[in-house]
């Protein structure tokens, strides 16, 4: 047995030890922190630099969020987004629409429908896909999606650009949100209160009956949430968009084998410059990505709660 | 139940069978998708090749011709040279240009006793002559002509055939060759990967970890910190290519501390660090809420101090979770492209330094898409490497976090 020696100055040095402890260690939580303040601060002052005046080459602000065209190759070169938000909130809503039931029927298979055994395989299936990157999708997508799309506009007697389209997008996005909303929803499915199911049971509904009026219902709130996610996803997913978007100078698109191009396609665009205008208007569309993603969840949470009240949250 | 009510029911029982059936079928498209186009181009040799073609003059110290067997084990389509000892085939590339690649050179050939015949420093230095190399032209002593005389893609020939009976009938002897690396290999990408992996957990994993031991364990339950909480939360709803933006602007003057003038592997590895932190935050704090209280009191009661029982009784005990937020984040940092373009650049470099820019395997798979001929191959083969590691990785956190969940609950 070893003796602990009881300097007088031990309790003292353990205490200060503790302060600085304590110091670094929020310190660190302050610097995870500060980040999402410094991206608004930093993004934002580079992509309001443009519309300054004083900037060589300044943009007028009016044109920029009202016009129909991106031709960065004229003289002067013309830079307006609207068109591009137009297409980005239709492409990711049309991804939406196509992944939104797809994922909530499978959460719900996953959870309630299927047997035991294949449960924790579906579960896989889901994870795996999450945790594919965005760059394999892409690869994907512009070898098989774009033929897909090329065949399918052949059928209807129209002509793409090598399948590069809105559909093609929607669908790579489609495919891309849905591990997003089924895993969320999965976890929203799973914690609905028991008593909620077995008190339908016990009302004489049947079970299916129970898992998509009562539990789907119930899980509403998590779905939802789901649902914002995978939109967020789908606005911000850049490079895999990129290979099969397109990048049309000029819009909105609203056929489906037109080409098309976001925010995000149009970001990764020219990326050979390295200073003037069309580098610095890369920010102002960082800026109008993030406004466009914020403006997405508050109308998702308006309408979440026109739906109706909220179950468990 | 009706006959109504039961059929409604089988439908709705077949609809979420479809559905979830869907989600197999699209997992399934892309892994035969991304296996059938790439397999065939992985090989060690790629893995382990650089990307950019190098070329080659050499001069060969004796180029007299001798007498070689043709092995037993060539291919039927490689075309061997009696004299010199050496076969070469025809290939055709993924740009479907014509290629002649040396395929065999025999250990007493002239062609493994070669010098460095290029302008610069490295005139007159020994070079290895390697098999898999694309032969341009050879340099040969014509007979007819009485003086140095080319032969292959640069003289008349144009197949391995042609190029081979040209040597050997008019030439006395070997003077040199001009020749190619193959190229399209992913080394350079792979070892800028492993540097990015290395750099990002080193600055990622300890801020991290730090805040979140901070927000679990020592933060006062009051407004302050709730704000830091959601402020770390909104981080996670960030699109990665503001990430890029970013780091472009903040923390390129980071970089520029160091020194470092251009987009770096630095600067990706620093902007990687920003995505991960609330990936490590949030799996450390759920490594910690799982670590039982009793564990804490116990540590306190017999007169250790916060710190102390912070770092030798919790995060030990919270170690299994660390573990997992380490190989979430390497997969995540794997996967990554859109931050990284902007960060370290689209230009693929053959030996990367942390300096310097660079791409990881997902930008190589950017860069060789967004080409003029999108090289479908080569994207495959090197999306098979990254689906692999992502598998592999997300497998193993699978199999700690249920190993986990049963230390505790027993």
Same mark, same amino acid.
């Given at each position: 047995?070893?003796?602990l020696?009881i300097?007088?100055?031990?309790?003292?040095?353990?205490?200060?030890?503790d302060?600085?402890?304590r110091?670094?260690?929020?310190?660190?939580?302050?610097?995870?922190?500060a980040?999402?303040?410094?991206?608004?601060?930093?993004?934002a002052?580079?992509?309001?630099?443009?519309?300054?005046?004083g900037?060589?080459?300044?943009?007028?602000?009016?044109?920029?969020?009202?016009?129909?065209?991106?031709?960065?190759?004229l003289?002067?070169?013309?830079?307006?987004?609207?068109?591009?938000?137009?297409?980005?909130?239709t492409t990711?809503?049309?991804?939406?629409?196509?992944?939104?039931?797809?994922?909530?029927?499978?959460?719900?298979?996953?959870?309630?429908?299927?047997?035991?055994?294949?449960?924790?395989?579906?579960?896989?299936?889901?994870?795996?896909?999450?945790?594919?990157?965005?760059?394999?999708y892409?690869?994907?997508?512009?070898?098989?999606?774009?033929?897909?799309?090329?065949?399918?506009?052949?059928?209807?007697g129209?002509?793409?650009?090598?399948?590069?389209?809105?559909?093609?997008?929607?669908i790579?996005?489609?495919?891309?949100?849905?591990?997003?909303?089924?895993?969320?929803s999965?976890?929203?499915?799973?914690?609905?209160?028991?008593?909620?199911?077995?008190?339908?049971?016990?009302?004489?509904?049947?079970?299916?009956?129970?898992?998509?009026?009562?539990?789907?219902?119930?899980?509403?709130?998590?779905i939802?949430?789901?649902?914002?996610?995978?939109?967020?996803?789908?606005?911000?997913?850049?490079?895999?968009?990129?290979m099969?978007?397109?990048?049309?100078?000029?819009g909105?698109?609203?056929?489906?084998?037109?080409?098309?191009?976001?925010?995000?396609?149009?970001?990764?665009?020219?990326?050979?410059?390295?200073?003037?205008?069309?580098?610095d208007?890369?920010?102002?569309?960082?800026?109008?990505?993030?406004?466009?993603?914020?403006?997405?969840?508050?109308a998702?949470?308006?309408?979440?709660?026109?739906?109706?009240?909220?179950?468990?949250? | 139940?009706?006959?109504?009510?039961?059929?409604?029911?089988?439908?709705?029982?077949?609809?979420?069978?479809?559905?979830?059936?869907?989600?197999?079928?699209?997992?399934?498209?892309?892994?035969?998708?991304?296996?059938?186009?790439?397999w065939?181009?992985?090989?060690?040799?790629?893995?382990?090749?650089?990307?950019?073609?190098?070329?080659m003059?050499?001069?060969?110290?004796?180029?007299?011709?001798?007498?070689?067997?043709?092995?037993?084990?060539?291919?039927?389509?490689?075309?061997f040279?009696?004299?010199?000892?050496?076969?070469?085939?025809?290939?055709?590339?993924?740009?479907?240009?014509?290629?002649?690649?040396?395929?065999?050179?025999?250990?007493?050939?002239?062609?493994?006793?070669?010098?460095?015949?290029?302008?610069?420093?490295?005139?007159?230095?020994?070079?290895?002559?390697?098999?898999?190399?694309?032969?341009?032209?050879?340099?040969?002593?014509?007979?007819?002509?009485?003086?140095?005389?080319?032969?292959?893609?640069?003289?008349?020939?144009?197949t391995a055939?042609?190029?081979?009976?040209?040597?050997?009938?008019?030439?006395?002897?070997?003077?040199?060759?001009?020749?190619?690396?193959?190229?399209?290999?992913?080394?350079g990408? /792979?070892? *800028?990967?492993?540097?990015?992996?290395? @750099?990002?957990? $080193? !600055?990622?994993?300890p801020?991290?970890? %730090?805040?979140a =031991?901070?927000?679990?364990?020592?933060?006062?339950?009051?407004?302050?910190?709730s704000?830091?909480?959601?402020?770390?939360?909104?981080?996670?709803?960030?699109?990665?290519?503001?990430?890029?933006l970013?780091?472009?602007?903040?923390?390129?003057?980071?970089?520029?501390?160091?020194?470092?003038?251009?987009?770096?592997?630095l /600067?990706? *590895?620093?902007?990687?660090?920003?995505i @991960?932190?609330? $990936? !490590?935050?949030r799996?450390?704090?759920? %490594?910690?809420? =799982?670590?039982?209280?009793?564990?804490?009191?116990?540590?306190?009661?017999?007169?250790?101090?916060?710190?102390q029982?912070?770092?030798?009784?919790?995060?030990?005990?919270?170690?299994?979770?660390?573990?997992?937020a380490?190989l979430?984040?390497?997969?995540?940092i794997?996967?990554?492209?859109?931050?990284?373009?902007?960060?370290?650049?689209?230009?693929?470099?053959?030996?990367?330094?942390?300096?310097?820019?660079?791409?990881?395997l997902?930008?190589?798979?950017?860069t060789v898409?967004?080409g003029?001929?999108?090289n479908?191959e080569?994207?495959?083969?090197?999306?098979?490497v990254?689906l692999?590691m992502?598998?592999?990785?997300?497998?193993?956190?699978?199999?700690?976090?249920?190993?986990l969940?049963?230390?505790?609950?027993?």
């Amino acid at each position: 047995m070893r003796t602990l020696p009881i300097h007088p100055g031990y309790q003292r040095r353990k205490k200060i030890i503790d302060l600085i402890a304590r110091a670094i260690f929020l310190l660190a939580g302050l610097i995870a922190a500060a980040m999402i303040v410094l991206i608004f601060v930093f993004v934002a002052g580079r992509g309001i630099q443009v519309f300054m005046p004083g900037y060589e080459g300044r943009q007028d602000l009016g044109t920029f969020l009202t016009g129909m065209r991106w031709r960065p190759d004229l003289t002067p070169p013309v830079y307006s987004v609207l068109f591009i938000i137009i297409n980005t909130i239709t492409t990711a809503l049309g991804a939406a629409i196509l992944s939104f039931p797809l994922s909530v029927l499978t959460a719900l298979f996953i959870v309630k429908v299927a047997p035991k055994g294949l449960r924790v395989f579906f579960t896989t299936v889901v994870e795996i896909l999450a945790a594919i990157p965005s760059v394999v999708y892409g690869v994907f997508a512009a070898g098989s999606i774009t033929t897909l799309v090329s065949k399918l506009a052949g059928m209807f007697g129209q002509s793409t650009y090598g399948g590069s389209s809105m559909l093609a997008v929607i669908i790579l996005l489609a495919i891309m949100i849905f591990p997003t909303i089924t895993s969320l929803s999965i976890v929203s499915i799973a914690s609905v209160d028991r008593n909620l199911e077995l008190g339908s049971l016990a009302l004489g509904a049947s079970r299916m009956e129970t898992n998509f009026k009562v539990i789907l219902t119930s899980a509403k709130s998590g779905i939802f949430a789901g649902l914002i996610l995978g939109l967020g996803r789908a606005f911000g997913e850049a490079t895999a968009v990129t290979m099969v978007a397109g990048n049309k100078l000029f819009g909105p698109t609203f056929n489906l084998f037109d080409t098309t191009r976001t925010l995000t396609t149009t970001m990764l665009s020219g990326l050979s410059e390295t200073s003037g205008v069309d580098y610095d208007i890369r920010f102002s569309i960082g800026v109008v990505l993030m406004v466009v993603i914020l403006l997405t969840n508050l109308a998702i949470r308006l309408v979440k709660k026109s739906i109706g009240g909220v179950t468990n949250e | 139940m009706n006959k109504r009510r039961k059929f409604a029911d089988d439908v709705r029982t077949v609809v979420t069978w479809l559905s979830t059936s869907i989600s197999v079928i699209v997992l399934a498209a892309i892994f035969v998708f991304v296996f059938s186009r790439g397999w065939n181009t992985l090989s060690w040799d790629v893995l382990m090749s650089d990307y950019h073609p190098e070329n080659m003059l050499v001069e060969f110290s004796d180029g007299t011709p001798g007498h070689f067997e043709r092995p037993a084990d060539l291919d039927d389509a490689d075309v061997f040279s009696e004299k010199y000892g050496f076969a070469l085939r025809d290939e055709i590339d993924h740009r479907k240009q014509h290629l002649m690649v040396l395929t065999y050179i025999a250990d007493d050939s002239p062609l493994r006793d070669a010098v460095f015949a290029g302008s610069g420093p490295r005139k007159g230095d020994k070079i290895t002559v390697m098999e898999d190399m694309q032969i341009r032209r050879f340099d040969y002593m014509s007979e007819a002509r009485g003086r140095k005389s080319p032969a292959g893609f640069m003289g008349n020939q144009k197949t391995a055939d042609e190029t081979i009976e040209r040597i050997e009938t008019d030439g006395s002897a070997l003077i040199g060759m001009f020749y190619q690396s193959t190229g399209g290999g992913m080394r350079g990408s /792979l070892v *800028a990967t492993l540097m990015l992996i290395g @750099l990002t957990l $080193v !600055i990622a994993l300890p801020i991290g970890i %730090a805040a979140a =031991v901070y927000l679990h364990e020592l933060a006062p339950k009051n407004k302050f910190t709730s704000v830091i909480r959601s402020f770390i939360e909104m981080l996670s709803g960030v699109p990665s290519i503001v990430f890029g933006l970013m780091g472009m602007t903040m923390l390129f003057s980071v970089t520029a501390l160091f020194g470092i003038t251009t987009q770096s592997i630095l /600067l990706g *590895a620093l902007t990687l660090s920003v995505i @991960l932190f609330p $990936v !490590i935050i949030r799996q450390t704090e759920e %490594a910690l809420i =799982v670590v039982p209280d009793g564990l804490r009191m116990a540590s306190l009661s017999l007169g250790s101090s916060h710190t102390q029982m912070i770092f030798k009784v919790i995060l030990p005990n919270a170690l299994p979770g660390i573990l997992t937020a380490t190989l979430l984040s390497i997969s995540r940092i794997i996967g990554e492209s859109a931050a990284l373009i902007y960060t370290m650049g689209v230009a693929i470099n053959d030996h990367p330094e942390i300096g310097r820019s660079g791409t990881s395997l997902a930008v190589q798979i950017w860069t060789v898409m967004t080409g003029e001929q999108p090289n479908f191959e080569l994207a495959s083969a090197i999306s098979i490497v990254i689906l692999i590691m992502v598998l592999v990785l997300n497998l193993t956190v699978k199999g700690i976090s249920s190993r986990l969940n049963r230390k505790w609950r027993t």
